[in-house]
């Protein structure tokens, strides 16, 4: 045992500078692949599929797209692609100044939902359309022109911004910090003339820090360009700024409606304000809807009284 652990030490030894480029490259490149080809890889994952038939874009969601963005002033030389999504809110991926440009996934919600008999299944359960919490997560799922606009010119936004680049860094930071504090201290403590088991343990530690500001970072970044996000799409005018008053209200409706609908379950789900429950009690990836609905409503009432305090 002790032979090929000492040859696979002494590798690294002679090639960790290669070692730690090759892994930073890869951490990036592996976060930024999605981005990179968005076509057809994510039309793939979202696509709506009515009766075993991709939904086409209706004419009704095309003109919605192209409205906002004219309202943004997207470059003609911009590529974006937008396809139907099954999900409740739209989706996004890529970069639209690269030649495999961008696509935007639009809710198939943002169409009325006139056929109530068509089955409708949240987290395996089918919605009761007839019960009072069917009656609300159909509601929540009607949005004004207004809102559906903010929903999608906060993705372009996204897109635009090319912080998806941004978002990989993180984890080749968090990797290249480590390494260089864990040798740094190593040196420093005299641990590379002690026993391997030491080193080793040391080495765990160091990983486990590594690993905690990679989350903090990678949190903290998320919720700073969310923030960003609905701040400026926010600010395009007081039509969109009250859009996304409304936009995050119908989420949190929907939330609380699939809360009651899919009772114990959805008490790990969704708070009782509509928020989404955390899956890791030391990290809150994305800011709570409460949050972000409350920051859109001052950036709302900013635009209207332009002169206040």
């Not at 996000?229 to 699939?258: M, P, Q």
């Not at 509509?274 to 990836?285: D, E, Q, S, T």
């Amino acid at each position: 045992m002790a032979g090929p652990l000492w040859r696979a030490t002494a590798f690294v030894q002679r090639h960790r500078t290669g070692l730690l480029v090759g892994s930073c490259a890869g951490l990036f490149g592996a976060q930024i692949s999605y981005h990179l080809f968005p076509d057809p890889v994510v039309q793939w994952l979202y696509q709506y599929w009515p009766r075993g038939q991709p939904a086409s874009l209706s004419p009704e969601l095309q003109r919605l797209f192209q409205e906002v963005l004219q309202d943004i002033g997207v470059p003609s030389g911009h590529r974006f692609v937008a396809f139907t999504t099954f999900t409740f809110q739209p989706v996004s991926a890529g970069f639209p100044r690269l030649p495999a440009g961008a696509v935007v996934g639009i809710p198939a919600s943002f169409l009325p939902i006139t056929d109530t008999e068509e089955p409708v299944v949240v987290h395996g359960q089918q919605v009761d359309w007839q019960s009072p919490a069917g009656a609300r997560l159909r509601d929540s799922l009607t949005l004004s022109h207004a809102a559906q606009k903010f929903a999608l010119a906060r993705e372009v936004v996204y897109l635009e911004s090319s912080t998806a680049a941004l978002q990989a860094l993180p984890a080749p930071a968090c990797l290249v910090g480590t390494w260089a504090l864990g040798v740094g201290a190593k040196h420093a403590l005299g641990l590379y003339g002690g026993p391997m088991n030491l080193r080793a343990a040391f080495n765990l530690v160091a990983a486990v820090v590594g690993f905690v500001a990679y989350a903090f970072s990678t949190d903290s970044l998320t919720h700073a360009l969310e923030a960003w996000l609905d701040r400026r799409t926010a600010s395009l005018s007081a039509t969109y700024a009250r859009g996304g008053v409304e936009f995050y209200e119908k989420v949190l409706s929907g939330n609380l409606a699939l809360r009651r609908l899919l009772g114990r379950p959805g008490e790990k789900l969704y708070t009782p304000s509509g928020n989404v429950v955390p899956r890791h009690w030391f990290r809150i990836k994305h800011l709570p809807y409460t949050t972000r609905r409350d920051a859109v409503l001052q950036v709302w009432r900013a635009t209207l009284n332009p002169g206040g305090s």
